[in-house]
């Protein structure tokens, strides 16, 4: 059984305008995402800024509203839940933030950080106990416990994202989602709080939505990866597979946008023309179709491609998905 | 003669006992229409050491303590404020990181940009020439778009506007400090090619500040790398990133998960960027070098020419080209 399990959830919000704040139009940040996670899995979910990842994992989390769908945490239905109920399921999933200035609170010490969460949850009946567990927490992430008197700002940007993923951990958690965990973090500290994750998955058998913008990250630490554009879920696939050989012309153009290290093998930048459209008035028929450089009209304007099964294990909302030339590897003309 | 030429560039920040070394004998040179990247992570100098160029760090806080930054013929830290005012923009332009900060919310972007032609060419600061310089960044139907306020553009499209007004005034040097970092990947594709356009077509020389290898890659001809406010390798870009030779950039290079990388674990660089104040001793990436001797700790390396046109500043820089 899967452990997380998404069922056409969409997330809409109202914009509103004008003095009597009548709702006049919505933007589908969210719009009819399915997708499983399985036990100890990562997921990664890429896309460009704006395309409603971010929203996609707090609605899991339950810190926006579902407008509608279903989320199933270990089989049981948890997106109408409430108050307790949804508090003592919160032990089973965790989030981890993008900004380890922003999310921790800065007159608590981490101790009270970290503690924070065993309160909550009833955790630890003694002080000694709470203590202990605290200590071996910030040793897992690779932190001194003797820091755990210290305050957020007495640390640097890497090990205030560690003293985030240790209050995730606090819990024991089996799913956590990590929004851009390693995109404020510098260069060099990236690799470490990668590793981290990784490790941490590897003892404790934690899975992970990995939501991020760099390609090259979400392949490296996921399992399975999903592309999102405008809301929507253009492709999902085996994360080497995905970077091998993309069935969406979508992926296809974000692979080719990365710039590579490697100078060997100059590839062909396939570059998209415009920006992403606005949600509020998403393209009729494939959203992607006026950047896309092999749409065809009218069918790629006029119809809507549902997500479909284009090889084994890859899912991609194409009409021509699999019958795509592979671009990655070819030489520049 | 090099369009730039900055020698054992030195900077503080703060006077006498509270003065902190952000630039530490920084040097080195960009050719007419060569593109030069600066590499580091952040607080590492390498905005400080670009924005010096045109001298745009404000003194104080910051102070010149010693160096050179000759700038087309003329060395910048003995000029006049009229003179600066004629290089800046004249010979040199900026494009900075985040664009919506730096175009002015309240004047139309067309008037943002007539204001640098102004400035420079006062017989072109027309509406036709401002259309030909959008039309020049590809901005599509540039002439509606003059009347556009920065809010009605996009990210990508702000980031043209503001390169349109770099390019207003004919620059010889385009600095462009983290011009794609606050944009999508899609969306940095359009502005790198544009950037590499401009440049084979302007024949203008850029100097790009990153953090990012892959655009390293992709663009430079030379590269500097920097750590805690010094350049620690300096080398022709295919050069460095198919053989780093000083710890930190192989270290760095081997940091950065790839596209159809096969590695199961990357090799992480223990510890944090040292900040500045707080800088070591002797090598300052000697606390987290892997190759690190106890010599490291209070022997300060110079940089030097360890291979024609590659210069590493390393006490065993002989044995590492081995």
Same mark, same amino acid.
């Given at each position: ?333 | ?22 630039? &530490? &004998? ?71 990181? &985040? ?198 700790? &209070? ?24």
């Amino acid at each position: 059984m899967s452990l997380l399990e998404v069922k056409d959830l969409k997330v809409h919000f109202p914009v509103k305008h004008g003095m009597f704040s009548r709702v006049h139009e919505t933007v589908k940040a969210v719009d009819d995402v399915s997708f499983s996670i399985a036990p100890g899995e990562t997921v990664g979910l890429v896309g460009e800024s704006g395309c409603g990842k971010t929203t996609l994992g707090r609605a899991i989390v339950r810190l926006v509203e579902p407008t509608s769908g279903q989320i199933f945490l270990e089989g049981e239905d948890i997106t109408t839940m409430s108050g307790a109920a949804l508090r003592s399921r919160r032990r089973k999933f965790q989030m981890i933030f993008q900004d380890p200035y922003g999310s921790l609170n800065p007159r608590m010490t981490v101790e009270q950080i970290v503690g924070e969460a065993l309160d909550i949850h009833k955790l630890t009946d003694s002080r000694s106990a709470r203590q202990k567990r605290i200590s071996e927490l910030l040793k897992s992430v690779g932190l001194d416990p003797i820091y755990a008197q210290r305050y957020p700002h007495e640390f640097s940007g890497g090990q205030r994202q560690r003293i985030g993923i240790a209050r995730a951990l606090a819990v024991e958690p089996k799913l956590i989602i990590c929004d851009e965990p390693v995109s404020a973090l510098d260069v060099s500290v990236q690799a470490q709080i990668i590793n981290l994750l990784m490790d941490l998955q590897q003892k404790h058998g934690i899975a992970y939505l990995f939501v991020a913008h760099d390609l090259a990250v979400v392949e490296h630490i996921s399992h399975r990866v999903m592309v999102m554009y405008l809301g929507k879920i253009v492709e999902a696939s085996e994360a080497k597979a995905l970077v091998r050989d993309p069935q969406h012309p979508y992926t296809q153009a974000l692979i080719s946008a990365v710039p590579e290290v490697d100078t060997g093998t100059k590839r062909k930048r396939i570059v998209l023309p415009g920006d992403v459209p606005s949600p509020i008035h998403p393209p009729s028929g494939c959203p992607f179709h006026p950047r896309c450089p092999i749409a065809q009209f009218p069918r790629c304007s006029a119809e809507y491609p549902v997500l479909r099964e284009s090889r084994p294990g890859t899912w991609a909302a194409c009409h021509f998905a699999g019958s795509l030339r592979p671009v990655t590897a070819e030489k520049a003309g | 003669m090099n369009l730039l030429e900055i020698k054992n560039l030195k900077m503080d920040f703060g006077k006498n006992a509270d003065a902190l070394r952000a630039i &530490d &004998d920084v040097s080195f040179a960009i050719g007419t229409g060569e593109t030069v990247c600066l590499v580091g992570e952040s607080g590492c100098g390498k905005s400080v050491t670009a924005l010096s160029i045109a001298r745009l760090v404000p003194t104080p806080p910051a102070n010149y303590v010693g160096g050179e930054i000759w700038l087309n013929g003329r060395d910048v830290l003995k000029m006049s404020a009229r003179e600066l005012q004629q290089i800046r923009g004249g010979v040199v332009s900026y494009v900075f990181q &985040d664009p919506g900060a730096s175009l002015n919310p309240v004047f139309r972007v067309g008037n943002q940009i007539k204001e640098s032609l102004k400035l420079h060419r006062p017989e072109k600061a027309n509406d036709a020439e401002v259309i030909r310089l959008l039309k020049l960044v590809g901005i599509p139907a540039p002439e509606s778009r003059i009347r556009n306020y920065p809010f009605e553009m996009s990210g990508g499209m702000q980031q043209r506007v503001m390169i349109a007004m770099a390019l207003a005034s004919e620059p010889k040097l385009l600095v462009a400090d983290e011009p794609t970092t606050a944009l999508d990947v899609t969306i940095q594709a359009q502005i790198l090619d544009l950037l590499s356009e401009l440049k084979q077509r302007l024949g203008m020389a850029i100097l790009l500040i990153t953090h990012n290898l892959g655009i390293v890659g992709d663009m430079a001809d030379r590269v500097a790398v920097m750590y805690a406010g010094q350049i620690v390798e300096l080398a022709p870009a295919k050069e460095l990133l198919r053989r780093p030779l000083h710890p930190y950039a192989k270290a760095l290079m081997n940091s950065v998960p790839k596209l159809h990388g096969d590695a199961d674990r990357l090799s992480a660089i223990p510890g944090n960027v040292p900040r500045i104040g707080n800088f070591p001793k002797g090598c300052r990436f000697y606390p987290r070098c892997p190759s690190a001797r106890p010599e490291c700790a &209070d022997t300060m390396p110079e940089l030097v020419e360890v291979e024609p046109n590659r210069w590493v500043r390393c006490l065993y820089a002989k044995e590492l080209t081995k």
